[in-house]
């Protein structure tokens, strides 16, 4: 079963413009275990509008919070305990795309930080970095955690103007391949979105069997 899970260095990143184009690409499911903030679009709203995602590749979330904040606390003020045996990635028949919230430490509890579900889960992880200022420390930072709880990875997807001094040497510090750099466009559609993932990556990079 093909399997990715989209993390970023940060919240804000690109990871749900990112998780849209990829799941397009591979005419795969997308889902987002947890979502808070409900007012506004929801990422899995945002991947049905910017992607071309099909309504019935979009599983439902297994937590909706309310407040847009960290997860821990948006559970808290919803009287909310998130289970982390509750989050199980859905089978399915096609690619699945699995978009985390925040970064990798981004805490489901006063005990629980998202990287210890993908630990449990052993899915490769797409990490989503920028390539702006900052964006080198941020992301050598989130392969070391991956890889602290040996969390498999597939490789950097770069978001924003091109870079190649900031994308070579996190590459070469962090020993992961550049799996491409989706770059910031003036109007977001799917055929936009659609048209730079495919200039800027390889879809058989993408292919990837997980238990």
């Not at 499911?29 to 990422?43: A, C, I, M, R």
């Not at 309504?55 to 904040?69: H, I, N, S």
């Not at 690619?95 to 629980?112: K, N, T, Y």
Request: aromatic share 6%.
């Amino acid at each position: 079963m093909t399997r990715f899970v989209v993390s970023g260095t940060d919240t804000g990143v690109g990871k749900t413009i990112f998780s849209a184009a990829l799941t397009n690409a591979l005419d795969g499911y997308y889902w987002k275990p947890v979502q808070s903030g409900l007012d506004e679009e929801t990422d899995s709203e945002a991947v049905l509008r910017i992607g071309g995602v099909r309504r019935d590749r979009v599983f439902p979330e297994a937590y909706r919070l309310a407040t847009p904040a960290s997860p821990h606390l948006s559970a808290r003020l919803d009287g909310i305990v998130i289970d982390p045996a509750t989050i199980v990635p859905p089978v399915t028949d096609r690619p699945l795309i699995i978009e985390g919230a925040g970064g990798l430490l981004v805490p489901l509890s006063d005990d629980l930080v998202f990287a210890d579900v993908f630990a449990r889960w052993r899915i490769p992880v797409i990490l989503c970095a920028r390539t702006s200022l900052g964006t080198i420390n941020h992301t050598l930072l989130s392969l070391e955690g991956l890889r602290h709880r040996a969390i498999p990875i597939l490789g950097i997807a770069f978001i924003g103007d091109e870079n190649s001094e900031t994308q070579r040497i996190i590459a070469e510090l962090g020993g992961v391949p550049i799996l491409g750099r989706l770059p910031l466009l003036p109007s977001l559609s799917a055929k936009a979105l659609g048209r730079a993932f495919r200039d800027n990556f390889e879809v058989a990079s993408f292919v990837e069997v997980s238990a």
